[in-house]
């Protein structure tokens, strides 16, 4: 995990590379206008007409029951990717991911703001310089998680439109949380990238748990020889 510097010194901590930090906001800048980008393009385009989320109709429609903001969008037909693979369609979530906690719109904002910020506590403490597997992992992490952030607090919702494995079912009748459909949720390229990140992550972990474990297989044997005269 650490390098060498020109002088010779060993830099510990990602926080001090120049190069880290770029790699690191680079990759998080491009996740969040990738997400943003293809939440724009989706709510102008999946239904008959454009869709405009403005949040302080989205905050009145949820004061009751927050599942009825999804009236704010227009009924319409999914647009078919592929067939029982991919289908694109308009959801408002007023919760977290799968749904999660609806209504709960300020606790998940903070939520998330922690979790940018132990993202990047990370960053400093447990990278180096050249673990840039790991800081692609978490510019991925802050990305999807200011996508995210960005709507819940600009819309007070989460637009989602992402439907994988439409309609497939489990086998023989069985049902998995009440349904019989092997991924009812809808989500977005903000929740895609968090779970490549943590993927990437765990990944990185892994990896260094390996080395690390490689590397103290010969000092725990070795026996200090005698100098030679």
């Known amino acids: 995990m650490t390098d060498a510097s020109a002088s010779g010194e060993q830099v510990r901590s990602a926080f001090l590379s120049r190069g880290a930090w770029v790699l690191l906001l680079s990759i998080a800048l491009l996740a969040v206008v990738f997400d943003l980008a293809s939440?724009?393009?989706a709510f102008a385009h999946v239904a008959d007409d454009p869709v405009s989320i403005v949040r302080s109709e989205v905050i009145e429609a949820?004061?009751?029951d927050p599942h009825h903001i999804q009236r704010l969008v227009p009924a319409h037909p999914p647009t078919v990717v592929v067939p029982s693979t991919?289908?694109?369609?308009?959801?408002?979530?007023?919760?977290a991911v799968f749904g999660i906690g609806p209504g709960q719109r300020w606790f998940f904002v903070g939520f998330t703001m922690i979790a940018l910020g132990?993202?990047?506590?990370?960053?400093?403490?447990?990278?180096g310089p050249r673990d840039r597997f790991a800081h692609v992992a978490l510019g991925l992490l802050i990305g999807g998680g200011l996508g995210n952030l960005y709507d819940r607090v600009v819309y007070a919702?989460?637009?989602d439109f992402i439907h994988p494995l439409p309609g497939v079912q489990w086998p023989f009748g069985w049902k998995v949380l009440g349904s019989r459909e092997v991924w009812p949720y809808v989500s977005n390229v903000a929740d895609l990238l968090?779970?490549?990140?943590?993927g990437m992550l765990l990944v990185h972990l892994w990896r260094q748990d390996r080395a690390e474990g490689?590397?103290?297989?010969?000092?725990?044997?070795?026996v200090a020889q005698p100098e030679t005269p």
């Open 118 to 127: 132990f993202g990047l506590f990370m960053f400093a403490r447990w990278t």
């Open 214 to 222: 490689e590397g103290e297989t010969p000092d725990a044997g070795s």
């Open 157 to 159: 919702c989460v637009r």
């Open 86 to 95: 991919l289908e694109f369609k308009l959801v408002l979530n007023p919760g």
């Open 194 to 198: 968090l779970l490549i990140g943590i």
């Open 62 to 64: 949820g004061r009751n």
């Open 39 to 41: 939440k724009h393009v």
